[in-house]
């Protein structure tokens, strides 16, 4: 029977810790906390529901996500689901949910800066129509004409 494959959002809660096996193999662990959300009266966001899921990625993904990522980061995980269950010091039974990574990939985001407009176009972008540089050699040459696109 093959284990439920996973595809979770979330953030770090630490920076990926990377080791190596005696044989050489990298292997990096990170947990990544997915959170639900839900929209208040107020218009803000709360946190309503947590789960933390615990990842384990090998090879040079292990190298690169060692690399790349920090606390904070919010990444899209997919790989394999797995439930293990322990008892904690003071003896209550606890489930945890680990996930052997398949691909990790590194969610970006524009901060609301990045989405403005420029208010004009921007003067070497030979399509606007706008004033070209002399230093151009195609200056005025087919900027009334649609891309070539």
Known sequence: M?????????????????????????????????????????????DVASCFLNCTVW?????????????GSQVTVVGALKQ????????NKRTAYDVDVY????VVRSRPADRERPSEPPRN??????TQSSADPWAGVGSQEEPPF
């Open 2 to 46: 093959a284990l439920p494959q996973l595809t979770a959002t979330g953030n770090l809660t630490g920076d990926p810790e990377l080791r190596f096996t005696p044989a050489g193999k990298a292997v990096a662990n990170f947990t990544v906390a997915c959170n639900k959300k839900r929209k208040t009266e107020a218009g803000g966001w709360k």
């Open 59 to 71: 090879d040079r993904d292990a190298e690169a996500v060692a690399e790349e990522l920090t606390r």
């Open 84 to 91: 293990r269950s322990y008892e904690d010091r003071d003896g």
């Open 103 to 106: 691909s990790v990939a590194l």
């Open 125 to 130: 972008d030979p399509w606007s129509g706008g």
